[in-house]
Each structure stands twice: as structure tokens, then as C-alpha cells.
């Protein structure tokens, strides 16, 4: 059973599906109406722009990710690639991939201040 609003006397009239399309009588006013095909749901969350921005984030955090390795061969490599990784992530922070924006900058962060640090100590020991 379904509910349909009377136009007349605006009261709650219940109908079989199955008289779609055909008239009925209203149980309050006896005004006659022909039942209407119930409304399509609606999808109201779409998942393609979603999907678009969490892409920043997630590439801020395969950036973190890919930055830790990089500090053991090379430290220089990691300032560029982490300071990429900052600034997607913060840009990301704002969109719908913000728990990998925080994870990234976090990593990038990490990153950065390691890779800093061993290119500092590594300059140090040819001087
Ligand atoms: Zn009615």
C-alpha cells in the first residue's frame, strides 16, 4: 500500500500500487483523482566529483609513502618530492580526500624534516 495526498480535501489517502494510472475515490470527500506513478528515489550523492578530489590527497600521501624510503639513498631527492607532498596536501585539506591529506602532510612533514637534516649531515662530512 501506498499514501497519496487528496488535491481537494489535502487528507492521507491510502492505494494499491497496482491501481497506477486508473481513478480512485477519496475515502474523506469522495473527490475523484487518478492515482500517480510514485516518484523516483533520487540519488542525491554522486560519487565522480568525489572521486576527483580525493585524488590530491592520495597522491599527497603516496608522496609521504614514497619520501621515508628515498631518505636512506637519497636525502636530497626527498626536500622536492616532499614539499610537492605539503602542498597537495594542504590544498587537499579542503576537499573530500582529507583523511589522506592528513596523513600525507604528516608524512611529508616527516619527511621533510629527515631529509633536511641528512642532506645538512651529509654536506657536513665533505667540508
Ligand atoms: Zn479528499
Redesign the pocket.
Known amino acids: 500500500m501506498a499514501v497519496l495526498q487528496?488535491p481537494?480535501?489535502l487528507?492521507e489517502m491510502s492505494y494499491s500500487e497496482d491501481i497506477v494510472g486508473q481513478s480512485t475515490a477519496?475515502p474523506?470527500?469522495q473527490?475523484v483523482t487518478v492515482v500517480p506513478a510514485p516518484l523516483p528515489v533520487l540519488e542525491y550523492e554522486s560519487h565522480l566529483p568525489a572521486a576527483k578530489t580525493t585524488a590530491m590527497g592520495e597522491t599527497s600521501l603516496i608522496l609521504g609513502l614514497f619520501s621515508l624510503p628515498s631518505l636512506c639513498w637519497c636525502p636530497a631527492v626527498g626536500i622536492p618530492i616532499t614539499i610537492t607532498g605539503l602542498v597537495l596536501g594542504f590544498v587537499a585539506l579542503h576537499t573530500a580526500g582529507r583523511q589522506a591529506a592528513i596523513a600525507g602532510i604528516v608524512l611529508n612533514t616527516i619527511g621533510l624534516a629527515g631529509s633536511s637534516f641528512a642532506t645538512v649531515e651529509m654536506a657536513s662530512r665533505f667540508n
Do not use: A
Request: proline share 0%; hydrophobic share 0%.
Open positions: 487528496c481537494k480535501c487528507k477519496c474523506h470527500c473527490n
